[in-house]
């Protein structure tokens, strides 16, 4: 088993930023095939929305739409740690943030994904 558990979430008025973070742990994690870590997003009365994705072990980096060049995802692998760096928050940007792993490298579909955090709440204030 994977278990991924986010933090960082908060209150933040529009303009402004937040770091979330997303550490990874399990005895299989270490093993598990080439992961791809992923950040999707849910809004009330919304279906869950692709933010950013990169491969565990590489720089090669895959963002959504409505978040290319806002939000920069990155990781540490000495720290088994994933960060989503989120700039230029706007109110539209408020949801639950999941961290998630799968196999499938770049992958923008929650299908793709095995393993989710609990998720952690970003709310931008207008």
């Known amino acids: 088993q994977v278990q991924l558990v986010e933090s960082g979430g908060g209150l933040v008025q529009t303009g402004g930023s937040l770091r979330l973070s997303c550490v990874a742990s399990g005895p299989t994690f270490s093993r598990y095939s080439g992961p791809n870590m992923g950040w999707f997003r849910q809004a009330p009365g919304q279906e869950r929305e692709f933010v950013a994705a990169?491969?565990?072990?590489?720089?090669?980096?895959y963002y959504g739409s409505s978040t290319r060049g806002r939000f920069t995802i990155s990781g540490d692998n000495a720290k088994d740690t994933v960060y989503l760096q989120m700039n230029s928050l706007e109110p539209e940007d408020t949801a639950v943030y999941y961290c998630?792993?799968?196999?499938?490298?770049?992958?923008?579909?929650?299908?793709?994904?095995?393993?989710w955090g609990q998720g952690t709440q970003v709310t931008v204030s207008s």
């Open positions: 990169m491969p565990w072990s590489g720089s090669t980096t």
């Open positions: 998630a792993a799968g196999a499938r490298r770049g992958s923008s579909w929650h299908g793709d994904y095995d393993y």
